[in-house]
């Protein structure tokens, strides 16, 4: 069975980091583009930053460029989002999810594997 597990999230005061971890099975990595996404309450679901897993390309929204760090270890089959000075605006739950890397991996509406959520809170 396909599945990916994210974890990390929690509650930090702002400018402070948390790295998160997706760990994914069932599926050929390296065939696979990696993303993160978050929604905060009330809002869309947006695509934050992905990484192909092949050659490790990766990208970012306006938002989090130059705050957030992706990085993907394909030895153990895991994906890491390194959040560095967190803002109250960051905080959201937070997704990984797969696509195969010929395809957009920041569009939510095609991801073909979702993980469950981990909470990313942000406090003044």
């Known amino acids: 069975d396909v599945q990916l597990q994210a974890s990390g999230g929690g509650l930090v005061q702002a400018g402070g980091s948390l790295r998160l971890s997706c760990a994914a099975s069932?599926?050929?990595?390296?065939?696979?583009?990696i993303g993160w996404f978050r929604q905060a309450t009330g809002k869309e679901r947006e695509g934050i930053s992905c990484?192909?897993?092949?050659?490790?390309?990766?990208y970012y929204v306006d938002s989090v460029k130059g705050r957030f760090t992706i990085s993907s270890d394909n030895a153990n089959n895991t994906v890491y989002l390194q959040m560095n000075s967190l803002k109250t605006e960051d905080t959201a739950v937070y997704y990984c999810?797969?696509?195969?890397?010929?395809?957009?991996?920041?569009?939510?509406?095609?991801?073909?594997?979702w993980g469950q959520g981990t909470q990313v809170t942000v406090s003044n």
């Open positions: 069932g599926f050929t990595f390296e065939d696979y583009a």
């Open positions: 999810a797969a696509v195969l890397r010929e395809y957009a991996c920041l569009a939510s509406n095609g991801m073909d594997y």
């Open positions: 990484i192909d897993s092949s050659d490790g390309v990766s």
